[in-house]
């Protein structure tokens, strides 16, 4: 079982919550809400409530195997907190798969790891990416090494499969980035 975090704030999708909140949990892992303030009732855009579990300045990435980003106005709230920023980063150096929808790679962008990676998102900040070093491409869902993105709650299922993928299997290969030569062992024999 794997525990994975949501980092959420006021006018999320709820959608973009409620969806993979639920196929992580059916999946047999720990759901965790984490947020600026422990206990906080949070909103979303069409009237969902959440309460968040733990506070980000309690918690670090190497207490989750992933972190789930979801989008609407949360992104935009939580990139003005320095601790949710660093947490996002911390993510990122770890290799941990980071899951980021709709507005969600704002987190991307705050934390300086959108940087030479392909991803997508909800076209209205695309050039906030590109802005930020990212190659942005209109897709479905991206996996470019541990960061998966997607654009709309209409690739929610994509998005989740993509998640649950790289949870359960490791990391995707980085896009353009060089594969590793086939297995094929020198067969000289040592020198002395």
């Given at each position: ?46 009237g969902t409530e959440i309460k968040t579990e733990r506070a980000v300045k309690e918690v ?133």
């Open positions: 079982m794997a525990r994975i975090a949501f980092i959420v704030a006021n006018d999320f999708e709820d959608s973009e919550f409620s969806v993979p909140y639920d196929k992580v949990r059916q999946a047999g892992h720990e759901a965790v809400i984490i947020g600026v303030e422990a206990g906080k009732s949070l909103k979303g855009k069409k670090k990435a190497a207490d989750f195997h992933a972190l789930v980003i979801p989008g609407g106005y949360s992104p935009d709230h939580l990139r003005m907190d320095i601790g949710m920023v660093g947490f996002v980063r911390d993510f990122f150096k770890a290799d941990k798969p980071i899951a980021s929808v709709c507005h969600g790679p704002w987190m991307l962008v705050e934390a300086d790891i959108a940087d030479a990676h392909t991803v997508t998102s909800f076209p209205s900040i695309k050039t906030d990416l590109i802005n930020a070093g990212a190659r942005w491409v209109d897709r479905e869902v991206v996996e470019d090494g541990n960061i998966i993105t997607s654009r709309k709650p209409d690739d929610l299922e994509a998005f989740c499969a993509a998640l649950l993928r790289q949870v359960q299997n490791g990391i995707a290969p980085r896009i353009g980035a060089p594969q590793p030569p086939e297995a094929t062992a020198d067969r000289s024999p040592p020198m002395h």
